[in-house]
């Protein structure tokens, strides 16, 4: 049976479900969008990543699993066949009903239509049952309305009734987010889950808190320092080749590469950080490509692609995950931009909002996003504070919310100007201690990832912070 909202050869939107859990699961469900758009599929939206226990079928690993809506002219049928035969490209063995599988690819909605065939039926027969399509289908259409059953005069109803009624629901399902293939998967609404701590690794001499203090030092000397910071518990180094404090000199991106260039590739080259992720500070595209082809994992730009257009493109065609930061201008104008006539809560919102829909319309794949609302950046004293304590409301309570609550956030407290003015400690790098309360402040407010100068004391200070505000 095909209804009349089945257009051949029309503009039509379907809803595909994705998921793996054979081999590199990320790596097959990146390949299988990727081959979905060489084939003209237009992805039109992405959500986020869930990894999921197995049904029927228990005997098998975790799934990851989305959804993603698509534009295409072609009929059901036509579109089976391309997504099945994307499904033999990347080596699905179909040896187990429901079993495991290196990626799995179903149509699961398409316009508005039910469809009928023996090689499909559309709505997916089996998507009410299934939360790990429901929750992430409400990721991209949360206001989609979807049949009870499969009768074409079923009721319908919004797919948050939907999931609310599902027997066995779990409301903590957690989207995921990468930093390395070889890291454990951040697990933003995991109540248990650790903190990372990001060290700085800054290659600046004017810095301004250590300028100076790793430029000085010769390439065994930093890899020493790298191999501590691992040791004490950091599991992102983050280096910067230009500082970003309040009106600092502006170097240009080929300056800043001959300064992290030889450091990125020299860490890459040490064993002991096989398992720790590379984060390249910096706002400039051509820095994000040449670090990221030498081995960076992330991209912690603090003007979240304001400041060079082809940052965002950059980062999503090499795919690798970008910290979006909350920043005003520019280091030289940043301190004059901090009116916000809603509040900086709401005013922080709002604005990285903005820059994550430009991120995912960029191609930035959804769990490859970090959220930094920005402390000392284009805020005042008052205003740092308030995101402190407001961290939990910034995430979670505000219109802006249903964009931004899925994504983790790296809080970079340390050392701050509005830190020593609190603690009248003027030497920055004897701020460790107020570092240490906001870092905590950080942890409860729900940070995944904190940025930090003091690592062996900080990584002390998440472990007991994590013990206490991170359930078991």
């Known amino acids: ?42 992805v039109l939206k992405l959500s986020s990543l869930y990894e999921t226990m197995p049904m029927y079928y228990d005997d098998q690993d975790p799934f990851l699993n989305g959804v993603c809506q698509i534009e295409t002219p072609l009929e059901p049928l036509q579109l089976l066949d391309i997504l099945q035969s994307i499904e033999n490209d990347l080596g699905r063995k179909r040896l187990i009903d429901k079993g ?15 469809f009928k065939h023996p090689r499909l039926n559309i709505p997916h027969m089996l998507m009410l049952e299934r939360e790990f399509v429901l929750r992430p289908l409400a990721d991209i259409l949360p206001d989609a309305r979807l049949p009870t059953d499969f009768s074409p005069t079923a009721p319908y109803r919004q797919i948050s009734q939907l999931l609310e009624a599902l027997p066995g629901k779990d409301a903590t399902m957690s989207p995921v987010t990468v930093l390395k293939p070889e890291m454990p998967l951040i697990r933003t609404r995991d109540v248990s889950r650790k903190t990372h701590v990001m060290a700085i690794l800054n290659l600046t001499p004017d810095s301004f808190s250590d300028g100076g203090l790793h430029t000085a030092k010769g390439a065994e000397s930093i890899k020493t320092t790298v191999a501590n910071f691992i040791a004490a518990g950091a599991s992102i180094i983050d280096i910067g080749g230009q500082s970003t404090r309040p009106n600092a000199d502006y170097l240009g991106p080929h300056e800043e590469l001959k300064r992290i260039l030889p450091i ?10 096989e398992n720790v992720a590379i984060s390249i500070d910096t706002f400039h595209s051509v820095v994000a490509r040449e670090t990221i082809l030498a081995g960076a994992d992330i991209i912690n730009d603090v003007s979240a692609g304001l400041l060079d257009s082809r940052m965002l493109p950059t980062v999503a065609e090499l795919g690798k ?20 006539p809603d509040g900086v809560i709401s005013g922080v919102a709002r604005e990285l909002c903005e820059r994550v829909r430009a991120a995912l319309a960029g191609g930035i794949s959804p769990w490859r996003v970090i959220l930094d609302p920005g402390l000392g ?96």
């Open 1 to 42: 049976m095909k209804s009349s909202s089945l257009a051949s050869g029309a503009t039509n939107k379907a809803v595909v479900a994705f998921g793996s859990n054979l081999g590199d699961r990320l790596a097959n469900i990146e390949a299988a969008l990727f081959k979905m758009r060489e084939n003209q599929l237009h």
């Open 264 to 273: 990125v590739r020299l860490i890459r080259q040490m064993k002991e950080a």
């Open 377 to 472: 950046f284009a805020k005042n004293q008052q205003q740092n504070l308030e995101l402190l304590r407001s961290l939990a409301q910034l995430r979670e309570r505000t219109e802006y919310s249903p964009v931004l609550r899925n994504f983790p956030w790296l809080m970079g407290p340390s050392r701050k100007g509005f830190i020593g003015n609190v603690t009248d400690v003027s030497d920055a790098s004897k701020r460790s201690y107020g570092t240490a309360a906001a870092v905590t402040a950080s942890i409860e407010g729900g940070a995944d990832i904190v940025r930090i100068h003091d690592v062996r004391e900080m990584v002390q200070v998440t472990k007991m912070a994590d013990a206490i505000y991170r359930r078991p």
């Open 100 to 114: 495991p599988r290196t990626i799995d690819l179903d149509i699961i909605l398409y316009n508005q239509a039910h």
């Open 321 to 340: 995950t970008i910290v979006l930061m909350h920043m005003r201008g520019d280091p030289h104008t940043m301190t004059t931009l901090t009116d916000y």
